[in-house]
């Protein structure tokens, strides 16, 4: 496909179309908004409350010796709510196709001139902004019911190492939105990965925690865990908002690392959908439930 | 280079293997579905052209295959001059398609916002795009009830919105696969009318159009072609279609109590052609259509077989030939539907 500035634009606009039409259709089940936009705010509280109840407080020493910081509230609630992208890559952008295919309305999108990767880029992009809403939304009633404290000078940074966590996420939606599109079946498999991120990343515990309960083979686990790119993105969040967060890795290694990452996903995203949307026009069941 | 031919298919085929089991245990079975079997077909620029068959012929699987959706095992096809295997891009924006089934369209969002997002997609300028919107919702007869969801609107407003979107970029080909199917008759008239005068004579647009509705095909198009499993078996237009059966008249009855006794004995009768039965019994009556020389004179003969074989006549009537009798002629099937 020939790609010059005119018609640059025209993909751009497509995208950014599609993510209008996505944000129009949720915003038309506004129970759903209000739900998502509230409830992990209860999905977050247990687990706050079962560190108040072993530490008798909100700060804890032992907690310290893991993360340099005392503040294990604070510590869940941005592990929390950058773990909503998470869900929004996996359960927003990878069931993206899918849910045009249960709608009908995926060939019709499909038999369009624009690239296939403008639709996707608008899908993703509406998830972010959905996402980042909803984020947004957790964080700050999370702060005034438990109390959040950050380096709020450092918010830039923090949102700009968010920014690219969200691009290597999309790398990784997309290479599910390809395998669901494919095989056709999504449950298992997109529960399979959000569990293992989930279990695997730092999101309620510092990441020297696996070490403290693996022993030597907490290395191998931690490694596992950085394949993801929320741990990378997590590690460099704290340290930018958590007052004296000690990050088991180097802030400026996490970011390098977590560029290089975005790379690899969004390329190895890309190269697969190519792939599988030809093997499915092949074996033609683009509308095949 | 003028065209002359706006849609050429060349030995297109496509089979499709059935798969069992589920994920990640789904095989693919040994069992195939020839769908498409060496298709040969030209349609002309500007043409109106009918893909006629009964449900499962292949003719969805070739409009797919004219739309990108579906790559075929072998053959190719030029849509507008451009190969569908070689420039799919080239293709997507020279087609509108519209097919069977509301579902084609977002409910949740209003037919503005559903024809403002697909101009989008299809790269129309905006400026360009408001005047179409504006002007296809009024020529739809939808711009009173365009800022409402589309869920709720009836099926003949969702079709006629989706034939909006298909011609929002003013493409020069129009594959329509059933635009029709599950419509009542009068939105079923008007949406043919538009087809046929607005979009193919006033805009000069070329039309694929697939249907299993004899009558669609015989009153819109300006050639038909006959498909039935996978294969084309005739195409010429409806007049000269009509005439291969060699007949003026068709003797049509609806009796009871029919076996295959009975129609051996009405097909050993010298006068008589052929004879079709449809598949759908009501009631225990069933349809024949008999394919006879000088109905006038052998009528008599022929309710006296029925008769002694205690059969039980409830209607009967002296019809000319339709494209379903060419079809039963050619296949010895019965069109559904």
Redesign the interface.
């Known amino acids: ?1 020939k790609l010059d500035a005119a ?1 640059m634009v ?1 993909e751009l ?2 995208a ?3 993510a ?2 996505e944000i ?2 949720n915003l ?2 506004p129970l759903w908004v209000v739900f998502w936009a509230i409830m992990p705010i209860f999905w977050l509280a247990p687990f706050v409350f079962q560190g108040h109840a072993l530490v008798g407080g909100r700060f804890s020493e032992s907690f310290r010796e893991l993360a340099g910081s005392s503040d294990y509230v604070t510590f869940t609630i941005i592990g929390s709510s950058l773990y909503a992208y998470v869900m929004s890559a996996l359960w927003g952008t990878g069931l993206s196709l899918r849910r045009e295919q249960w ?3 995926l ?8 690239s296939r990767f403008s ?1 996707l880029f608008g899908k993703a992009l509406s998830d972010s902004v959905l996402t980042s809403f909803y984020a947004a939304v957790q964080f700050t009633l999370a702060s005034l019911l438990f109390g959040a404290r950050i380096r709020v000078e450092n918010l830039f940074f923090a949102v700009s190492a968010v920014l690219l966590m969200i691009l290597a996420l999309y790398g990784i939606g997309l290479i599910l939105s390809g395998l669901i599109l494919m ?3 999504p449950g ?1 498999l997109l529960n399979f990965v959000d569990t293992l991120i989930y279990t695997v990343c730092p999101v309620n515990y510092p990441l020297r925690t696996l070490m403290l309960f693996f022993g030597g083979v907490g290395y191998y686990v931690a490694m596992v865990s950085i394949v993801f790119p929320l741990t990378p993105a997590l590690e460099a969040v704290r340290a930018f908002l958590l007052p004296s967060f000690n990050p088991y890795l180097n802030v400026a290694i996490a970011l390098s690392y977590l560029a290089a990452v975005t790379l690899v996903f969004l390329t190895l995203g890309m190269l697969l959908f190519s792939v599988v949307e ?1 093997k499915v ?2 074996r ?1 069941a ?1 509308e095949a439930y | 280079m003028m065209l002359e031919y706006s849609v050429v298919a060349k030995r297109l085929r496509k089979v499709y293997r059935k798969e069992e089991g589920g994920f990640p245990f789904r095989r693919k079975s040994s069992e195939t579905i020839v769908a498409l079997d060496d298709v040969d077909l030209s349609v002309k620029k500007g043409e109106l052209f009918g893909l006629l068959g009964p449900n499962g012929a292949g003719k969805t699987t070739l409009v797919k295959i004219l739309s990108t959706i579906i790559i075929p095992d072998a053959g190719t096809a030029l849509v507008n001059g451009h190969d569908v295997l070689k420039e799919p891009g080239k293709v997507r924006a020279s087609i509108g398609v519209v097919s069977s089934g509301e579902r084609s369209l977002y409910w949740r969002l209003t037919a503005r916002e559903n024809l403002e997002y697909f101009a989008r997609l299809y790269k129309v300028p905006d400026g360009v795009a408001r005047r179409r919107i504006s002007e296809l919702l009024s020529l739809m007869g939808l711009e009173d009830r365009a800022d409402e969801l589309v869920e709720k609107y009836s099926g003949g407003m969702r079709q006629k919105l989706a034939i909006a979107r298909a011609i929002l970029h003013d493409p020069e080909v129009l594959l329509l696969d059933e635009p029709t199917l599950g419509l009542d008759p009068s939105f079923s008239r008007s949406i043919r009318v538009f087809i046929r005068e607005e979009l193919n004579r006033k805009q000069g647009k070329t039309i694929l159009l697939t249907t299993h509705y004899m009558d669609e095909a015989d009153q819109m198009c300006d050639r038909v072609a006959f498909i039935n499993k996978g294969r084309i078996v005739a195409v010429d237009s409806p007049e000269k279609l009509k005439a291969m059966i060699g007949m003026n008249e068709v003797l049509k009855m609806v009796v009871s109590n029919l076996d295959e006794k009975v129609l051996t004995m009405v097909r050993g009768l010298p006068f008589i052609e052929d004879c079709g039965v449809a598949n759908a019994e009501q009631d225990g009556r069933t349809m024949v259509r008999l394919y006879m020389k000088n109905v006038d004179a052998n009528i008599q003969e022929v309710v006296g077989v029925f008769s002694k074989a205690g059969c039980r006549i409830f209607s009967l009537s002296i019809e000319k030939p339709t494209l379903e009798d060419v079809f039963v002629k050619l296949t010895g099937e019965v069109l559904d539907g």
């Open positions: 496909m018609s025209l606009k497509a950014v179309s599609t209008r039409k129009l259709i038309r089940y709608g009908g309305t060939e019709t999108i499909l038999i369009a001139p624009c639709i095989y056709r079946e298992a030809k026009r092949r033609g683009v």
